[in-house]
């Protein structure tokens, strides 16, 4: 092996270096976790109702949340990528506030929101109760989620060229045609891609939810709640367990993008 | 009949003034410029894909400017021709019949009836990734064509496609153009990709279309110094020139006089083109010398492929000669041989002098 | 005047169709602000004014920045590297990296301080963390370690795009003009990306500003403890018995101070506006989706 050899794998090695150091981190994380919950405890537990119950709480909640965001999402997704706003860079901040802001502040603007008027009337009214209750769970995953959703969608339609539009309509297919036979199939795996980011993102909102919702044991307990009131009542266990399954929910939905993506990179 | 009248626009820096143009029914037409003149903008005037300032533009009687391309009844083909990559071949043909809402016998009927006369039929099925440029390029025409526009508008369809198979294209262009008859405008900066192509051509400055004629005619008699250095016009010569009887006498460099047929008087450009240029082997006495006959030096033979480039030097002018080898062979000269050199006065064109 | 070849992004067409989504974006940004605005009728002057004369806030926010800026400087020092390396070097099983550093963004944040706590109380490291004498879970720099897994993530992901954008020929050339390996890499390379990097500084920043859960999971209160549990140095810096900013709004609601806790809420919106305002502004391309 010759001088500028040797210096090109040193070169290489000092910077990967750091990526190992990371990697090594974040695996030390996983796997004392893992040594420390040990498989027949995360098998007895991932049994519990409690467990269970958690679960699907979270899933269903956070699957209307994702869809309501898709419904946002795609469409304001769209006009900002096609279209300028006015003041489009204020516009664009404040779109992206609601993921930037802490989410637990978020979920004190929430409270504050449904404890104002018109929204604490129209609740009066409806007889219904958003503020420490389910439908509070999704609202939350909702607003924390969006802004993310919106812009992942505006960056998949951003690698779809207009022209494939222009073509579209000078072939005489209106804007609405062009949109959801051109537009929409052209960014199909953009847009799936991003549906398993916000969806993952949803299931592990917490802190937006700690105000606005409060954990009430069997009914709000989305996972990540769960796993702060197991831990702060003591069942480590329970909360081990969950953590884990908030883990694997995330690593599995990534490598689901990373299939989905292909080539458009999402991350 | 495609009409543009007084067109103005603006984008940033660039500004594209009254432009006017006339485009005939059934015609090939070219606008042809250098990178970012402008050309691409006007095209996208023409498809409603950009709006204009003001002006018009009117398609067969009717004013198009404020219409969405959808109603603009045209076919437009972008540059690499924007295939939709989720659709079949046939799928993409029948994109713009099924938007329409068109039955299903008509839709089917068309596309036999393209994919017969573009050769598509063993395509029909697959889908457009692995397509070479000359099938491609047939699809995008067979999708264009199917709604039987009133014209064709292709931005620098031959440019991302190799030298060799770029004049195939070109000529099969031209030939589904004669076999169609729907109008085509193209543009290009290239402009020997379109000379066998073009009815007419328009040439572009930046923001302003400087001539509209023939390929032939803007060769021959080019309307300024801007058109001329385009085409690569390669004797330019200032010059005074004075009227005679049967034209002009147009003095180059304090030395030489240029007889000429065209009628243009004061401090001009004299532009000779080099095809027409006429010289022999045979030297001739200063006696000899009449109107326009030059003695002169070959000072530089350049070997082009297909054509064979001369530069005599008369006096002190450097002149250009093309010739196919063949004939420049039968002529025998080589290098630093002195020769004669004849120029028609048809050949030297005057143009004003910016 | 050359035409410089503006993309064509605006067709306009069917107006119906066009003002649907313009309707639903100008809805979406009227729910932003009325869900930040509708907020000041629960907060006041007064309660600002309170608030702000109180000794803990002041060294909240100041142990806020102190930790914010730590994380950051750490994540810049390991996140810079690693991301060129990443969007540079052919590693083996890069896409399982890529995949982990992902899963890391969307981790819960209790996940995320429930695991940092069990790591740190994993035999082999409780041992060293005996023999230095120091317990890292419910200290003070513990928070930096709680923030640091976010910021570093994100960060990662920002630096690594803003070193995809940068030509790798532009190196190329730079070496064959035989410019070292570390002179290209800070004459060539850092500058060019150098918009994405800032993106990615300050979002890596406002990431390590907003985390919450993972630092009151892995470093809990800090408020209501004794002055004497602090080490000289914190109690020299007045960084003691104070909560970074999410936290010390948490408690203020619990407490019962809704007033102030919402004021806080406003100082934490007011950080977040300025630096997603100017990650717009910089214009640092795919940073934020």
């Known amino acids: 092996m010759n001088y500028s050899k040797i210096k090109q794998s040193v070169w290489i090695t000092s910077f990967s270096a750091f990526v190992v150091i990371v990697l090594i981190a974040i695996g030390f994380l996983i796997i004392t976790n893992v040594l420390f919950l040990g498989l027949s405890d995360f098998l007895y537990y991932a049994g519990e109702s409690r467990t269970w119950v958690s679960f699907v709480t979270t899933l269903w909640t956070t699957t209307i949340a994702t869809v309501l965001s898709m419904f946002i999402g795609v469409p304001v997704g769209y006009t900002l990528s096609r279209y300028k706003l006015p003041c489009s860079k204020l516009m664009k901040t404040l779109i992206d506030l609601p993921v930037m802001v802490p989410p637990v502040a978020t979920g004190v603007f929430l409270l504050g929101v449904f404890k104002s008027v018109p929204l604490v009337n129209i609740t009066q009214f409806l007889g219904i109760r958003i503020d420490h209750a389910l439908p509070g769970v999704i609202v939350a995953q909702f607003t924390v989620t969006v802004s993310f959703c919106i812009r992942l969608v505006m ?26 036979k051109v537009s929409l199939p052209l960014a199909k795996n953009g847009l799936i891609a991003s549906l398993i980011i916000v969806w993952a993102r949803a299931v592990a909102e917490w802190g937006s939810l700690m105000l606005f919702v409060g954990g009430i044991q069997g009914r709000t307990d989305v996972m990540p709640f769960a796993v702060y009131l197991d831990f702060i009542s003591g069942k480590i266990g329970s909360a081990l367990t969950m953590s884990m399954l908030c883990i694997l929910i995330a690593i599995g939905s990534m490598y689901a993008v990373y299939r989905v993506g292909g080539k458009t990179r999402v991350w | 009949m495609i009409q543009i009248k007084n067109l103005n626009v603006t984008l940033g820096n660039f500004i594209m003034k009254n432009i006017n143009l006339k485009i005939n029914t059934g015609e090939y037409f070219v606008l042809l410029g250098p990178t970012g003149c402008g050309k691409t903008v006007l095209l996208e005037c023409l498809v409603g894909i950009r709006k204009p300032d003001s002006g018009e533009i009117w398609i067969d009687n009717e004013n198009i400017t404020h219409k969405y ?26 994109f713009g019949l099924k938007a329409q809402k068109k039955d299903k016998k008509y839709i089917q009927s068309v596309i036999n009836m393209l994919a017969e006369s573009l050769n598509l039929s063993q395509l029909l099925s697959r889908y457009t990734q692995g397509l070479s440029g000359g099938e491609k390029q047939r699809v995008a025409l067979a999708r264009a064509l199917a709604i039987e526009p009133k014209s064709i508008f292709l931005d620098e369809p031959l440019n991302a496609i190799d030298e060799n198979t770029r004049e195939r294209l070109s000529y099969e262009l031209r030939s589904i153009h004669d076999k169609f008859g729907t109008t085509f405008v193209h543009v290009s900066h290239n402009l020997e990709e379109i000379s066998d192509v073009a009815d007419r051509v328009g040439i572009m400055n930046f923001g302003t279309l400087e001539q509209v004629d023939t390929i032939q005619e803007i060769l021959r008699h080019p309307v300024n110094q801007y058109v001329a250095e385009f085409t690569r016009t390669k004797n330019i010569f200032p010059g005074s020139s004075i009227s005679t009887d049967d034209g002009c006498r147009v003095l180059v460099n304090n030395t030489i006089w240029f007889h000429t047929k065209s009628k243009l008087v004061g401090n001009v450009l004299a532009i000779i083109r080099p095809e027409e240029i006429h010289f022999n082997k045979r030297h001739l006495n200063p006696s000899e010398l009449d109107k326009n006959v030059f003695s002169g030096k070959i000072v530089k033979i350049t070997n082009k492929g297909n054509f064979i480039r001369l530069e005599i030097d008369i006096g002190i002018l450097l002149t250009v000669c093309t010739m196919a080898y063949i004939m420049y062979a039968d002529t025998g000269v080589q290098k630093e041989d002195t020769v004669s050199v004849y120029i028609p006065p048809d050949a030297v064109h005057l143009i004003k002098k910016i | 005047m050359l035409y410089t070849g503006s993309e064509v992004k605006h067709v306009s067409g069917s107006k119906w169709f066009i003002s649907i989504l313009y309707a639903i974006t100008v809805l979406f940004i009227l729910y932003v602000c009325w869900l930040f605005l509708s907020n ?36 810049i020092l390991i996140g810079i590297p690693a991301a060129y390396a990443l969007s540079r070097f052919e590693i083996p099983g890069k896409t399982f990296i890529d995949i982990i550093f992902a899963s890391v963004i969307v981790l819960p944040a209790s996940s995320i301080g429930l695991c940092l706590i069990v790591a740190f109380q994993y035999e082999p490291v409780l041992k060293i963390q005996e ?159």
């Open chain 1, 155 to 180: 960056a998949s339609f951003d690698t779809i060229s207009p022209r494939f539009e222009a073509v579209a309509r000078s072939l005489g297919a209106d804007l609405p045609y062009t949109f959801f």
């Open chain 2, 69 to 94: 391309p959808e109603e603009r009844h045209i076919g437009y083909l972008p540059q690499d021709f924007t295939l939709f990559p989720n659709m079949t071949v046939q799928e993409n043909i029948e």
């Open chain 3, 40 to 75: 000041t009728g629960h907060t006041d002057i007064q309660s600002i004014l309170q608030l702000v004369n109180r000794n803990w806030f002041w060294r909240s926010v100041k142990l806020s920045l102190v930790t914010s800026f730590i994380t950051t400087i750490i994540a």
């Open chain 3, 131 to 289: 023999a230095l004498g120091f317990r890292i879970v419910h200290s003070l720099p513990s928070i930096v370690i709680a923030q640091l897994v976010h910021a570093i993530a994100f960060g990662i992901k920002a630096w690594r795009v803003a070193f995809d954008n940068v030509n790798p020929r532009f190196e190329q050339v730079a070496r064959t003009l035989g410019s070292s390996r570390i002179r290209t890499f800070w004459k060539i390379t850092l500058p060019q990306s150098k918009i994405g990097i800032i993106a990615g500084i300050i979002l890596a920043w406002t990431r390590a500003m907003a985390e919450f859960g993972a630092v009151l999971l892995f470093s809990s209160t800090f408020r209501n403890r004794h002055i004497s549990q602090f080490s000289d140095i914190t109690r020299f810096l007045g960084l003691d018995r104070a909560d970074i900013l999410p936290i010390s709004m948490l408690l203020e609601i619990e407490c019962g101070n809704i007033e102030q806790g919402i004021a806080i809420a406003f100082v934490l919106l007011m950080i977040t506006v300025l630096s997603v305002y100017t990650l717009n502004k910089i214009g640092g391309k795919g940073v934020l989706s």
